[in-house]
């Protein structure tokens, strides 16, 4: 099994910055996609930005430029720096580890952004 343990979320002004953490932990033995994902009230989830191993990115239209996805291969960590933040940015933001039995979901940590 394989936990993750989101941290970091708050309450902000907009144009603000938060830095989102998820930490992996148990049986991982080499992660080769991490992501985070969001979900508004009201709204479906939606992925926000995954990195590969490798490094390669992939974000979102509507973070694009202000959004940064890292990971921390050795710590199996993964993080999500939200630069320029928006009221439109306000949601419960998931870590998400796909692997090919299964996708794992942390708890999720809001993120509301005031006006």
């Known amino acids: 099994q394989v936990r993750l343990v989101e941290s970091g979320g708050g309450l902000v002004q907009a144009g603000g910055s938060l830095r989102l953490s998820c930490a992996a932990s148990?049986?991982?033995?080499?992660?080769?996609?991490m992501g985070w994902a969001r979900q508004a009230p009201g709204k479906q989830r939606e992925m926000v930005a995954v990195?590969?191993?490798?490094?390669?990115?992939t974000y979102a239209d509507s973070v694009k430029g202000r959004f940064a996805i890292s990971m921390d291969n050795a710590k199996n960590m993964v993080y999500l720096q939200m630069n320029s933040l928006k009221p439109e940015d306000t949601a419960v933001y998931f870590c998400?580890?796909?692997?090919?039995?299964?996708?794992?979901w942390g708890q999720g940590t809001q993120v509301t952004v005031s006006s």
């Open positions: 148990g049986s991982i033995f080499s992660i080769n996609t």
């Open positions: 998400t580890y796909p692997t090919t039995s299964r996708t794992y």
């Open positions: 990195i590969t191993s490798g490094g390669s990115t």
